[in-house]
């Protein structure tokens, strides 16, 4: 059996947040996925997204003002919903604490409006079920999509198409 792990739906607008939960997760045990760290270069993203939902123990929604006009994490949250795998809320600003998705709201969150800390801590107790007994080692670094293109000196100058770019 692979694994257990914890989804983090999120905005984007978000991933600084993001990340020092994720390393705060990893250090305390629990194994997270997040779609910038496992999706590699050239995989569909969303067979990838919706394969991690499906097989995830838990997923974390990180209510913001940017996730609340995300339509994207609204189908991640009804994908999940229905699981009975445990959906955990997480509360960074005030609008996404007003603005909670309807299928969250009946749901307790933790707030980390005032104090990071006192909100991963109280994460954390909702995925003891989950965690590991030690510090989850960091996901390995990602390329940055660079290409590496080689052609030789009379191709200099030519006009040359590839994947339908000019």
Do not use: C
Request: glycine share 8%.
């Amino acid at each position: 059996m692979a694994q257990e792990y914890v989804f983090i739906s999120y905005a984007r607008e978000d991933r600084a947040f993001v990340e020092a939960l994720n390393q705060r997760l990893r250090s305390a045990g629990v194994n997270t996925w997040t779609d910038l760290d496992q999706i590699e270069p050239g995989v569909d993203w969303q067979q990838a997204i919706n394969r991690s939902i499906g097989e995830a123990a838990a997923l974390i929604y990180v209510s913001s003002r940017h996730s609340v006009q995300s339509d994207w994490m609204d189908y991640e949250v009804v994908a999940f919903r229905d699981s009975h795998r445990r959906l955990l809320p997480i509360v960074i600003d005030d609008e996404g604490a007003a603005r909670m998705p309807l299928a969250l709201r009946s749901i307790q969150w933790a707030d980390s409006r005032g104090d990071f800390d006192a909100g991963v801590e109280r994460l954390l107790r909702g995925l003891e079920t989950i965690r590991g007994r030690g510090p989850i080692a960091a996901p390995s670094q990602k390329t940055k999509g660079y290409v590496f293109l080689s052609y030789a000196d009379e191709d200099r100058g030519s006009r040359v198409v590839f994947f339908g770019l000019a």
